[in-house]
């Protein structure tokens, strides 16, 4: 609906969010070179980039501390005695996909 009662992004709406332009803009350009580019040289430019992606993504899990691929380590008791995770009280948790 285009007229004078028509809704717009008033002044609550946020702020747009620009985080994605740089990586798009470098994909689109990676793109139109490879259009150009001889099939082995598009190759080996495709198998750096995703091996230099998951080298980041390893890089970034091994500093994560709730990373699943980190060996688990025995976390110390709580004082008074109760499981780091706080059971004890509270609400059990459910096994399966029954709940029992």
């Known amino acids: 609906m285009n007229g004078p009662g028509a809704r717009g992004p008033g002044p609550e709406s946020a702020p747009v969010d620009l985080r994605l332009v740089a990586p798009a803009v470098a994909a689109w350009a990676a793109a139109a070179l490879a259009l150009d580019a001889p099939a082995g040289w598009t190759a080996a430019g495709v198998g750096l980039g995703v091996t230099g992606a998951g080298l980041l993504m390893l890089a970034g899990c091994r500093r994560s501390p709730r990373s699943p691929w980190r060996p688990a380590t025995a976390a110390a008791p709580a004082p ?6 706080g059971g004890g009280g509270g609400r059990p948790r459910a096994r399966g996909r029954g709940g029992a």
């Open 80 to 85: 008074g005695g109760a499981p780091p995770g």
